[in-house]
């Protein structure tokens, strides 16, 4: 998989960004307000799974809600997270942090759209019930386990 | 005392110098304060989204402000906490560093802001709480966002050393908003 990492920071844009002063900071301020839409609308569903926050809707209801800022937040998160990679991706090929970030990235996607998206959408209008308790804790865990690598991609 | 003074002391004391110091504690920390900008931020956007009525229209504001907004206020009591801690570790660097005295201005306008909210407009809130929000309502919210999105890119950009005090030569302007004052030499 090396090559491909080599390829993408030898890319123009790699190189671009590498080389100006103010395009990665700049990329990764908004990469940071990305994850607090996406932290935002994740933790909207969660708290309501615990039994707190908005619990007068259903999961469902806030799922549905909140689904387009989440997809768009996402979205930007992509791609300036890919633009951001493409820079440095030689040096993310050698993080752990970077791995363990893609890592939890993959499956707390993956269970946002199939076991979560079941439990939201089969919960009950009102309450917390334990399988939905256990989503919300393995869906935080996942996703802040994405915010933990993200973070020290920067310090290694 | 000035407030130079102040921050060079507090460089100096054992706390600044051992979290200073410590790699660990610092990168804990960093990753503490990320964690819940994760919480505070996050559900700050939703409340301003709500206030601007951009989502879920038709939950009542005051449900957001007496259920989303306690979660908020605590992932901030965090923030400050593990943002002091980082003040701490690099004192001098920080007071003098042109993003971090734009966040904390930011930041005194974004509590100024919130505080008409609480006090001048929720109370009034029996009119629209559960309808489309009036015009000052939708302005504080998105006065809001747009504060904490700038807050965020200032505390962000704190990192880089571009306008340091011990990079000189600087523009006299910045010089003078960084309150640095460049040794002789260096000019």
């Known amino acids: 998989m090396l090559p491909f990492f080599q390829w993408c920071y030898g890319t123009w844009i790699g190189e671009t960004i590498r080389e100006s002063t103010w395009l990665f900071p700049l990329i990764e301020a908004f990469h940071l307000v990305g994850l607090g839409f996406t932290a935002g609308t994740v933790l909207m569903v969660d708290l309501r799974l615990l039994g707190v926050g908005l619990s007068r809707q259903s999961a469902a209801q806030l799922w549905a809600a909140v689904k387009p800022w989440f997809l768009g937040s996402v979205t930007l998160m992509f791609v300036t997270g890919i633009l951001l990679f493409m820079s440095e991706a030689i040096k993310c090929y050698y993080s752990f942090a970077f791995w363990i970030k893609m890592a939890s990235l993959l499956l707390a996607l993956v269970f946002a759209f199939t076991v979560r998206r079941h439990v939201v959408q089969t919960g009950p209008a009102s309450g917390a019930w334990q399988q939905g308790r256990l989503t919300a804790v393995a869906s935080l865990v996942l996703w802040f386990g994405v915010a933990w690598g993200g973070r020290w991609i920067g310090f290694s | ?187």
């Not at chain 2, 002091?84 to 007071?95: D, E, K, M, Q």
């Not at chain 2, 930041?107 to 559960?130: C, E, Q, S, T």
């Not at chain 2, 000052?136 to 050393?161: D, E, H, P, Q, T």
Request: charged share 15%; glycine share 6%; with cysteine.
């Open chain 2, 1 to 187: 005392m000035t407030p130079l003074d102040f921050f060079a002391w507090l460089s100096e004391t054992q706390w600044s110098v051992d979290l200073h110091e410590s790699e660990i504690a610092y990168s804990v920390i960093e990753s503490v304060h990320v964690w819940t900008l994760c919480v505070f931020f996050g559900l700050m956007i939703m409340v301003d989204l709500r206030l601007l009525g951009w989502t879920m229209r038709k939950v009542p504001v005051s449900e957001f402000v007496d259920r989303v907004l306690p979660w908020a206020v605590a992932g901030f009591v965090i923030m400050v906490i593990s943002g002091t801690l980082l003040v701490l570790a690099i004192p001098l660097r920080s007071y003098q560093n042109l993003f971090f005295r734009g966040k904390m201005i930011l930041l005194v306008v974004a509590g100024l802001n919130a505080w008409i909210f609480h006090f001048r407009i929720y109370p009034k809130m029996a009119g629209w709480d559960a309808d489309a929000p009036p015009k000052a309502v939708r302005r504080a919210g998105g006065v809001s966002l747009v504060l904490w999105i700038a807050i965020v890119f200032c505390g962000r950009m704190i990192a880089y050393n571009w306008f340091d005090c011990d990079r000189q030569p600087q523009a006299a302007i910045v010089n003078f908003l960084t309150s640095c004052v460049p040794a002789p030499s260096e000019f």
